[in-house]
């Protein structure tokens, strides 16, 4: 790697890359706290709804108050978009209709992406990639965040000359978190409401890791982005310690738990009784490959690679994630190398809403992580065949349709806004797909 002397070269031009951050929640602040100490990048203009409180996050996080008011602040998103010295645009609102709006606007002037937003990107990201990819641009996931590292270790063993298995990350999970609601999370976390309220932890924003919706939004986009397969059925959250992951994510015809070779999933640092697993990796990320031929099986074995009982499977990963604090790494490669951190190259999987309790015309839906629907991974061709509706559009919109809890909910169980700048960019990524489809099949 060489992103820090390229960016140490921009540094010794005074020729900074500039970036305008919009949104400074949590992982905006996280990467905010890592600014003043890379020297070659500068952080030009930040957007937020509240600006007040975008100044005093950086105080919070140790710029000084030069560096303060050297940065320009604004509440509209596209003024900060249209600002000429801006090389990079991260997009971190976590807003998935606010996301894609954004993204495409910064691509049309003519700046790189870093999408932060995996709620967005899973929601019409490929069509806002291959919009960047033929302006020359660079559309990029948000190294740190575990969508990104993933989509890292599968390029490694790929280009390694490995066959990818199965690859994924970590969570805590329980079958019974999938109805989890706002009202009932803190008890899963061991905090008292009171407790998470003085903290400043958003309820809706944590059930959403809890309930599974997180999960089945940064496996779709891992899928997106490498071409690795979505469970039909959704994700199985096997629990499994570091010591078991070759031995279990391969495919049930080698005795292991997944439907086939080459997938996405998660997997659970709790048992189904709710005792922990060992050496869980919870807070991690992990790629399962296979060696390709008798002598590189040896070889996994001389250099003490964790393998399953053949020895034919092994598994490498990487126990924590720092999420915004890694950051830089896609922001310098997208400006210095126009490289993306990994990048949806098809709609290979999406994301649907399910109901978490029996819903009746006129339930108005709430969205990920609240108290009427949860997220589940599927294929997109059984999404498109099955009219589900995306997660990231089931957010302040009213039934018309009973739904049962467990059922997923479709397209026809609500009105859409066609006009959505939103809805028109899924489209385009459907149309995209279709098409690519007839082409393949023709």
Not at 196 to 203: E, L, T
Not at 275 to 304: I, K, T
Request: net charge negative.
């Amino acid at each position: 790697m060489n992103l820090h002397s390229l960016l140490q070269q921009r540094h010794d031009q005074n020729k900074p890359v500039k970036v305008g951050l919009i949104g400074a929640g949590k992982f905006g602040a996280m990467f905010l706290s890592q600014v003043p100490t890379t020297p070659g990048l500068e952080v030009a203009a930040i957007a937020d709804l509240d600006v007040d409180h975008a100044k005093q996050t950086l105080a919070q996080v140790g710029w000084t108050d030069e560096l303060v008011d050297q940065t320009k602040f604004t509440d509209e998103a596209n003024a900060l978009i249209m600002m000429d010295e801006i090389d990079v645009v991260v997009e971190a609102t976590g807003n998935p209709r606010a996301g894609l709006i954004h993204a495409a606007k910064a691509i049309d002037c003519g700046k790189h992406l870093v999408m932060v937003n995996v709620e967005a990107d899973v929601l019409a990201g490929p069509a806002l990639a291959k919009r960047a990819r033929a302006a020359g641009l660079v559309y990029s996931l948000a190294y740190g965040d575990q969508p990104a590292l993933i989509a890292e270790m599968v390029d490694w063993a790929r280009t390694a000359g490995f066959r990818v298995t199965a690859a994924g990350k970590g969570t805590k999970y329980l079958p019974s978190y999938h109805f989890s609601t706002p009202d009932t999370i803190w008890d899963h976390y061991g905090l008292t409401a009171q407790e998470a309220q003085d903290a400043g932890m958003n309820a809706q924003m944590f059930n959403s890791f809890l309930d599974g919706t997180k999960s089945a939004i940064e496996m779709a986009a891992v899928a997106n982005a490498t071409g690795l397969a979505a469970p039909e059925a959704g994700l199985k959250f096997p629990p499994v310690g570091t010591g078991q992951l070759a031995q279990i994510l391969k495919p049930k015809s080698a005795g292991g738990v997944l439907d086939q070779t080459g997938m996405v999933e998660t997997i659970s640092s709790l048992n189904r009784d709710g005792s922990d697993v060992p050496d869980d990796l919870r807070w991690g990320v992990y790629c399962v490959f296979e060696a390709p031929n008798d002598y590189a099986a040896q070889c996994f074995a001389q250099y003490g690679l964790q393998t399953d009982d053949t020895g034919r499977y092994a598994a490498m990963y990487k126990p924590f994630h720092l999420i915004g604090m890694e950051l830089n790494i896609s922001i310098a490669s997208a400006c210095l190398r126009q490289e993306p951190t990994g990048s949806p190259q098809e709609f290979s999987a999406d994301v649907a809403a399910i109901a978490k309790r029996d819903l009746k015309p006129g339930d108005m839906l709430d969205g990920e992580g609240g108290y009427t629907v949860w997220g589940k991974i599927m294929p997109a061709e059984t999404s498109l065949q099955q009219n589900a509706l995306p997660i990231g559009l089931a957010d302040k919109i009213t039934l018309k349709n009973p739904v049962a809890r467990g059922e997923i909910i479709r397209c026809d169980d609500v009105t859409l806004d066609r006009t959505d700048p939103a809805l028109t960019l899924r489209d385009e990524m459907i149309d995209q797909h279709t098409t690519q489809h007839s082409d393949d099949k023709s």
